[in-house]
């Protein structure tokens, strides 16, 4: 089967034209007869069909490719700041978690959003370093310091056991917190210590709270998981 190249359609959508042997579910072809009929039935079967013709016995139709999506534009750049992006926001009310929020990034996302109103929840695995960031937080901003809850992601009871304590919605769930250890470590269930880090603790953490997210997008205009 011939396949040329995407091509512009003018219709604020793309296509492309095969010709040939019509592919069949079964990963077969079905040739066009006299008229065309057992050929076009199939063709009207394959997902994006919008039209087919029928010329010198050969079905050619068209199908149609998935709507190009507008590229995202914004007048921030890569060295605006966090208060730059929260200016003007008023984030009153909005309950935010961020793992590993006692240094670097995680630090300034949870300064940031504490500044702009959020209620922030700090989760992290020394709860010490979070309550001298948190004060440190609180005194910076003025605003109601951030409650600090431990969170080990490499360890799958702590992940529960943070998800168990959480009441009420949440609105906002930034997914920080990452490693990068020199060599092959395992958590105690065996997995990878940066996957399991990384991704899997992040992952049963955004399951286990999909219901206090669930209830916060009913009060705002949905709920935001956020995973550099």
């Not at 512009?8 to 065309?36: I, K």
């Amino acid at each position: 089967m011939h396949r040329s190249p995407w091509k512009d359609a003018g219709q604020d959508s793309s296509y492309r034209l095969v010709s040939g042997p019509v592919p069949t579910s079964t990963g077969g072809t079905s040739p066009a007869d006299a008229n065309g009929g057992a050929a076009a039935s199939v063709v009207e079967s394959l997902p994006r069909v919008t039209r087919t013709v029928l010329t010198s016995g050969v079905v050619r139709f068209i199908v149609t490719s998935m709507t190009a999506a507008e590229p995202i534009s914004t007048s921030f750049t890569a060295s605006s700041t966090a208060d730059e992006v929260l200016q003007g926001v008023d984030l009153t009310g909005v309950r935010a978690i961020v793992t590993g929020g006692s240094s670097g990034i995680g630090f300034e996302t949870a300064r940031a959003l504490t500044a702009a109103g959020a209620q922030v929840t700090l989760a992290v695995r020394n709860p010490a370093a979070g309550e001298a960031v948190a004060e440190t937080i609180g005194t910076s901003t003025g605003a109601s310091r951030p409650r600090v809850q431990r969170l080990d992601l490499a360890d799958r009871a702590t992940v529960m056991r943070f998800v168990e304590a959480w009441d009420g919605p949440l609105h906002l769930l930034i997914n920080n917190a990452g490693l990068m250890t020199p060599g092959l470590e395992r958590t105690r269930e065996g997995w990878e210590m940066q996957f399991a880090t990384n991704h899997l603790g992040h992952v049963a953490l955004a399951a286990g709270l999909h219901d206090a997210l669930a209830l916060g997008a009913t009060q705002r205009d949905g709920a935001r998981i956020v995973s550099p």
